[in-house]
């Protein structure tokens, strides 16, 4: 027996009362048994005949127009596919939000990677030393590489004023409170780019042919992102492009968007060799090139009474988008929906600003824009508790929104919030009381220095305001000959569970067997577009759409097939049979319906901001070395409220990720540059939390189903990267009583600004 | 090209045999493209991420920093060779059962590292644990179900919460 499945059928005599045994079940992972064997296929397992290899050659300067591009004699170019902007059969741009990124720039470069030439050749060896034969002639032209260079307008290197977004939010009237309020607080706090790491870096093999278009296989999030920019690229019909997902090696937002300028790159290079051409990028090319998560300022004014209650947030988020548009107005507008924390202010106002710089394109990453906000609101918390003599634990719990209360939007919270309930699992869990005043013992006589630090937030699940329904998503399953429901989704498995909880879904909603479910391929030609796999929307919305789809199958077969109102699994695809034999075949399709009630004003920013909120409170414990300055997370507390938990194990694993990763974006992870270009471009010098690195990380969920959700779930994938950086660097202060208010913090960060506060000569260089 | 390049023998997955390659060609290549067991992954191709992880003569190492020359004569394992017979390895049963695969690109490398970690520790403390791991980098699981996978596989608890052992 190669897999011992728990979950399988046959369960005989199924009723609705049994249908929840698989919902909620720790089921083993769909393509799990395919990955540990070795025998799961990513793109650069695959092989097509005849392929050939492409590569990229990139600006060297972060600002200029191209004079000339010259191909040196010692390379025989005849052997070489060549394509530059020229040979862009339709729109040289990248589809998404903005038409302002070229497939390959066209006269002149915005950022340092940017690519102008591609070379294509049967041997892939040939190909290194053939890139650094083209020799390409800028004249250059003064950049700008921070959000400061940005807005004082230095240059102008975006648009008409390098302005790429903005966003005014308000609530109340904040300037009628600063005269009579008790207390002021004031602080700013920066974020930097991290780089997303998926240990599979990008990759894509490409076809064109002149029949059938082009079809594109690739490690990706968004098949239906790339065939769209494919259509304008080569300027084909929709079903000349087709694309379809591989077995993907880690995304994280990475493989949003940029497997589009990929796939255009691989596909004009097929297009011009005539051959399959595979793309696949090592790592410094990846790091160097692709995008990162927006570097971010964030300035908060913020008014009290006497009790510590919120009177007025005044909140200014400025983000860094990089060279051209890409998601930024979308991740500035999550940015901005979550700088006012889980609180409860009558007066909000958040003035939030995406500026162009010359540096690679930030994209999505995970949280999108929320952990840069949510950073700078829950360090921002512990100032003003500090600043006017109050616990953090309490400054918080005086403010939190509950049931009925409105956020900033003044969207009206319908669905419980349990944020209390949150906070004091997370303290006893921790034993946050108990633990603070060991510390506060041991602490003076130690050279370490522990604290604990608390976040609370919360993460809006699925598209933004009217994102879902512009999406419109369509989902659904299908029976196959052979006896299986099939789920047919263009939403994307790379490690999260997409793959398990789905068939988990449609199985608990049918009431058939795990095992009876499989997953279609993601494939544009099969699988209808139900929208990326972005967003934390994937259990929330498509899982909804497929329980639908499940329910909406069983009715018909009820209706039309004779199925009783209690079946068997053998009767169930007896009747799916029956179904066939009439009707050719058995599809259950459900569209995207948007919960009732649902107002989104997208001018003014006001009303539901989202579908569904999850909620958690996460604490930190970090001791702090004072004589070698590191700072390290012993021990993490994570609770959460996401509705249903789906899959213990696989949920579990999204937030212990989450947390692994967010310790990185905190204390180890910098994106260092030298003149727009990635300098520590290597996993040797990029670095991020290893096994000897990451603290023990509790995780606890409370569950409250959502009726809206797929079987009752909300999302989870982003949630657990919002809360870590600042429980972290609050746990610092609370170790050293020194309040640190940019990350990632590094021991020469630490030693700045701790040994500057001792009396001594001369410091080290580190 | 048997003409030009040297023919190295070695033991893959307790099978004989034979590859014409370039002395210097890595191993990693090698078994990929020479011998198609495409299991072994490259994420970093400079031993930072352990992906390419494969036992060779009983130690572990990064097959990207391996030239194939090296590998003559010896015994090598990749995660095509840790189930037999169909029977999957302790290891692949428990991060199966634990969720210590997500994406599953670092698999392979980890269920090697793993592997190679209980044969000297058949019954590893924490600390062994994550040294025995450190060099194999995963960005999905924050660790902690790999760290339950192992200890279940070497405990034989094959349960569906093994030990929270954390």
């Not at chain 1, 209360?405 to 919030?417: K, L, W, Y």
């Not at chain 1, 544009?524 to 919305?541: D, E, F, K, L, Q």
């Not at chain 1, 409370?702 to 999302?715: N, S, T």
């Not at chain 2, 994406?103 to 269920?111: A, E, V």
Request: one cysteine or more; charged letters at 20%; proline letters at 5%.
């Amino acid at each position: 027996m190669l897999c011992v499945n728990l979950y399988a059928n046959p369960v005989p005599n199924m009723s609705t009362s049994a249908k929840t045994r698989i919902v909620g079940a720790p089921v083993p992972r769909k393509e799990g048994l395919d990955k540990l064997l070795g025998r799961a296929r990513y793109i650069d397992d695959i092989q097509r005949d005849g392929m050939w290899y492409g590569a990229t050659v990139r600006s060297t300067i972060p600002r200029g127009l191209i004079r000339s591009i010259g191909f040196d004699r010692r390379i025989d170019w005849s052997e070489f596919a060549i394509a530059t902007a020229a040979d862009i059969p339709g729109k040289n741009h990248i589809h998404l939000i903005v038409a302002d990124q070229p497939c390959l720039a066209d006269g002149k470069v915005n950022h340092c990677d940017e690519p102008i030439v591609l070379l294509a050749h049967p041997d892939k060896h040939k190909l290194r030393e053939a890139v650094s034969a083209v020799h390409i002639e800028y004249e250059p032209l003064p950049p700008i590489f921070t959000i400061a260079e940005s807005e004082r307008q230095d240059a102008i290197v975006w648009g008409a004023d390098n302005l790429i977004k903005s966003f005014l939010l308000e609530k109340g009237d904040v300037d009628s409170v600063w005269a009579n309020a008790a207390h002021i607080v004031e602080g700013e706090y920066r974020t930097g780019a991290q780089e997303h790491l998926y240990i599979e870096n990008n990759g894509v093999i490409a076809e064109w042919n002149a029949a059938t278009g082009v079809t594109v296989w690739g490690s990706l999030q968004c098949p239906y992102y790339v065939h769209k920019s494919l259509l304008a690229v080569f300027d084909l019909p929709e079903d000349k492009v087709r694309v379809i997902q591989t077995e993907t090696g880690g995304a994280f937002g990475g493989k949003e968007d940029y497997p589009s300028t990929l796939a255009s790159h691989a596909a004009l290079l097929a297009l011009k060799a005539g051959h399959a051409v595979k793309m696949v990028y090592d790592r410094m090319e990846d790091m160097a090139a692709t995008t990162k998560r927006h570097p971010s300022r964030v300035r908060h004014r913020t008014a009290l009474d006497d009790n510590g209650k919120l009177l007025a947030m005044d909140i200014d988020v400025a983000t860094d988008g990089g060279a051209y548009a890409t998601l930024s107005s979308t991740v500035l507008s999550r940015a901005t929906l979550h700088s006012p924390g889980p609180y409860v202010c009558p007066n909000v106002r958040v003035r939030a600003h995406a500026w162009a710089t010359n540096t690679v394109p930030y994209g999505a990453f995970r949280g999108f824009g929320a952990p840069q906000t949510i950073f700078a609101i829950e360090r921002h918390m512990d100032e003003i508790a500090a600043t006017i003599g109050i616990d953090p634990v309490e400054l918080r719990r005086r403010n939190f929104l509950h049931d009925g209360d409105t956020t900033a939007t003044e969207q009206v919270m319908r669905e419980p919030v349990i944020l209390d309930k949150l906070l004091d699992r997370a303290l006893h869990e921790s034993d946050y009381h108990g633990r603070r005043a060991r510390f506060a013992r041991e602490n003076p006589a130690s050279a370490v220095k522990r604290g604990l630090g608390i976040a609370a937030f919360y993460h809006g699940s699925g598209f933004t305001g009217s994102g879902e329904r512009y999406l419109n998503s369509l989902a659904g399953l299908d029976v196959t000959p052979e006896g299986k429901v099939r789920v047919l989704v263009a939403n994307t498995e790379f490690g999260q569970g997409t793959n398990t909880i789905l068939a988990q879904i449609a199985a608990e909603a049918i009431g058939i067997g795990y095992d009876d479910v499989i997953i279609a391929p993601v494939d544009t030609n099969i699988v209808p577009n139900s929208g990326p796999t972005v967003a934390s929307r994937t259990s929330m919305v498509v899982g909804r759409l497929i329980e639908r789809a499940g329910l909406q199958l069983v009715a018909m077969l009820c209706e039309h097939a004779g199925l009783g109102a209690s079946f068997t699994v053998q009767e169930f695809f007896a009747a799916c049979e029956r179904y066939r034999a009439v009707e050719g075949k058995v599809v259950s399709l459900c569209r995207y319906e948007p919960p009732e009630g649902i107002f989104w004003d997208d001018q003014k920013y006001r009303g539901e901001a989202y579908p569904a909120y999850v909620w958690s409170v996460q604490v930190a414990q970090v001791a702090v070395d004072t004589v070698t300055y590191s700072a390290e997370v012993e021990e993490f507390w994570s609770v959460q409220e996401v509705g249903r938990v789906l899959n213990p194990v696989l949920a579990g694993g999204q937030i212990e990720g989450g947390v692994a990763q967010a310790i990185g974006y905190a204390l180890y992870e910098k994106v260092v540059w030298e003149n727009g270009h990635m300098a520590n471009n290597q996993m040797t010098n990029y670095i991020m939390p290893t096994a000897e690195d990451v603290p023990p990380i509790h995780v606890y969920f409370e569950e409250i189903p959502f009726r809206h959700g797929g079987c009752g779930a909300k999302g989870i994938g982003e949630l657990p990267h919002d809360g870590p950086a600042p429980a972290i660097l609050n746990a610092i202060r609370d170790a050293t009583g020194v309040g640190f208010h940019s990350i990632p913090l590094l021991p020469e960060d630490l030693f700045a600004k701790l040994h500057a506060l001792q009396p001594v000569a001369e410091t080290a260089t580190v | 090209m048997s003409d030009r390049w040297p023919t190295i023998r070695f033991t893959i997955n307790g099978t004989s045999c034979c590859v014409d390659a370039p002395p210097m060609k890595r191993l990693l290549d090698v078994l990929r493209e020479d011998l198609q067991l495409t299991g072994t992954k490259e994420g970093c191709g400079e031993g930072e991420c352990g992906s390419c992880s494969v036992r060779m003569n009983g130690e572990l190492v990064n097959s990207c920093l391996v030239p194939v020359l090296q590998a003559e004569g010896a015994t090598i394992q990749t995660v095509e060779g840790l189930a037999i017979d169909g029977e999957l390895h302790a290891l692949q049963k428990a991060f199966l059962n634990s969720g210590g695969a997500q994406c599953g690109i670092c698999t392979p490398g980890m269920l090697m590292a793993a592997a190679q970690l209980l044969s000297i520790h058949p019954q590893p403390t924490m600390a062994e644990i994550r040294e025995g791991l450190a060099g194999n980098l995963c960005r999905c699981t924050g660790f902690m179900r790999i760290f339950e996978s192992v200890i279940a596989a070497a405990t034989g608890d094959q349960s569906e919460q093994a030990t929270h052992a954390r």
